[in-house]
């Protein structure tokens, strides 16, 4: 069990450009959510997926973004157009809904985005 | 709905005890978390507590609930500087299914030798 791993670790991309972050969970981990963290602030919940279903999406999630899952095993995180205020830490955490009503999720790296 | 608050900072000298605060506003059953972030990595999970219990112990880590006052804190005893970092507190409540998670701003430790 190696973590949850995010890539890249960092990008610099130029206002307007699309980028694409992918996550790794924890195998065997059948929940995986995104949040967005800006500097000073917590995380803030973005999206989560059970196996390869998407089940909830913040309001904070723009028609600019989109999340998959498609295999119910890795998810990507895309960001079209995009902005300057799209800088942000953008974590990724995956949890396994067993017995245990915990949910505790483990978080990964965090992709830290910068738009010039 | 859910908001939890932090104070920003805590100053405390190696060997001493930090006592780092957290409110939250959710009355509907909750789990609490800590978490802790050091600069440019991603959150560890440190410890967590169900809203039915008033304490746990882990080690150097001693979670205090208060429900009635919707008050949680965590005691690090013997604190050393690689403790320094930033402890998030974070709710999931009943309401959202235990599923999102619901972050402080963070308050930021910093220990001196």
């Known amino acids: 069990d190696t973590g949850v791993s995010q890539d890249p670790r960092h990008k610099i991309t130029k206002r307007g450009q699309n980028v ?32 390869e279903a998407q089940l909830e999406k913040s309001r904070l999630l723009s028609d600019r973004f989109s999340a998959e899952r498609p295999k119910g095993s890795f998810s990507t995180l895309e960001i079209q157009r995009t902005e300057q205020g799209d800088s942000a830490m953008y974590l990724c955490a995956s949890s396994s809904v067993g017995r245990s009503r915990t949910d505790t999720q483990y978080f990964g790296p965090g992709t830290r985005l910068t738009v010039l | 709905g859910e908001d939890v608050e932090q104070s920003l900072f805590l100053s405390v000298r190696e060997g001493d005890s930090s006592v780092i605060n957290c409110t939250y506003t959710d009355s509907s059953s909750t789990y609490l978390y800590w978490y802790k972030q050091e600069p440019g990595a991603g959150l560890q999970l440190l410890t967590y507590i169900f809203s039915n219990m008033d304490m746990k112990q882990d080690q150097r880590l001693t979670v205090l609930l208060n429900k009635k006052d919707k008050h949680l804190s965590l005691r690090i005893a013997d604190t050393q500087t690689g403790d320094s970092a930033i402890y998030f507190c974070a709710e999931a409540s009943m309401n959202t299914g235990f599923q999102k998670l619901v972050f402080g701003t963070g308050t930021r430790l910093l220990v001196s030798p």
């Open chain 1, 20 to 51: 694409t972050f992918r996550c790794d969970p924890i195998s065997e981990h059948n929940r995986l959510y995104w949040y967005r963290q800006t500097l000073g602030q917590g995380p803030e919940f973005l999206t989560y997926f059970q196996n």
